[in-house]
Each structure stands twice: as structure tokens, then as C-alpha cells.
């Protein structure tokens, strides 16, 4: 995670957003899948909202062009990050991680409940870097595009 001050936006956005509590029932508590909603969209910023059920991942991947912030609401995440060493993060709720562009990680549920989380990307997301952790490395295996993959 980037300590950049550039990035504490981002970091209020989903603080600030996250204490809405209607955001606990916008999506199902305990999904069979991982499921996710674009809650806000403008020109500067986009928030996802992001359910994860036990056992649930979201493989390596990076946002682009794309800064980006999360916290959890509900439940426990890992990040996984690569940075010439792997590097596991545990988050409970109400606690938040920020990274900029570029930035590869693998988010997890291990906990054994679900969990829920709020995301926030400026600029908006447009394409995603998708990686194989080869152990030493990462490998690219492709880019998905906004409306096409998402």
C-alpha cells in the first residue's frame, strides 16, 4: 500500500461511505458467489460494493490507470500483494487499504464467515491487468475491459 497523501482521498470516500447502513443489505449476506453493484458513478470516482462468501478470491488482478481504496464492512479479507516477496494483509471490518495505479494484489475471504466490502477507484475504472503468481513473479494472462468483462 502507497502511503502517497495523494491516495487519502480515497481512503475518506470509503470511510465516508461505508458508514451508511443500508449498504449491509444492498447485496445478499451470504451469497454462494462472490457478487458485487457499482453503488456511484461519476467522472472523478466509482464505488463497488462487494460480497464474498467463505473460500471466496479475487485471483490476481490490478485496476489499470485506476487508484483505488477498500475497506470492510462486514466479515474478515486478506490482500495478497507481490513486492519481489508475497505479503499477506489482514483486514476486519473497518479497516481500509489504498494502493495506486498499477497496483497487482488477490483479495480472500478465509474467514469463516461472509463478508462485505466497499470499494472506491479514481479515475473510474476502465480496464484490469489479470496475473498468474508464479512465485517469484507475476505473469500477465490478459486485460478485461469495462463493459465487456464487467
Known amino acids: 500500500m502507497s502511503t502517497d497523501t495523494a491516495l487519502l482521498p480515497l481512503l475518506e470516500v470509503v470511510r465516508a461511505h461505508s458508514a451508511d447502513p443500508e449498504l449491509l443489505d444492498r447485496l445478499d449476506p451470504a451469497p454462494e458467489d462472490r457478487t458485487w453493484a457499482r453503488i456511484l458513478a461519476t467522472p472523478e470516482v466509482e464505488l463497488w460494493l462487494i460480497a464474498w462468501p467463505r473460500g471466496a478470491a479475487t485471483d490476481w488482478h490490478d485496476h489499470g490507470t485506476s487508484a483505488g481504496a ?57 480496464t484490469m491487468t489479470r496475473f498468474r503468481f508464479r512465485g517469484d513473479r507475476l505473469e500477465v494472462l490478459g486485460v478485461e475491459r469495462a463493459g465487456e468483462e464487467w
Do not use: C, K
Open 70 to 126: 477498500f475497506t470492510v464492512l462486514r466479515g474478515t479479507l486478506t490482500e495478497h500483494t507481490f513486492d519481489g516477496g508475497l505479503q499477506l494483509h489482514d483486514l476486519a471490518a473497518g479497516q481500509a487499504r489504498a494502493f495506486g495505479p498499477g497496483y497487482a494484489h488477490d483479495v480472500r475471504n478465509h474467514g469463516n464467515e461472509p463478508a462485505l466490502s466497499l470499494h472506491a477507484y479514481s479515475p473510474r475504472l476502465t
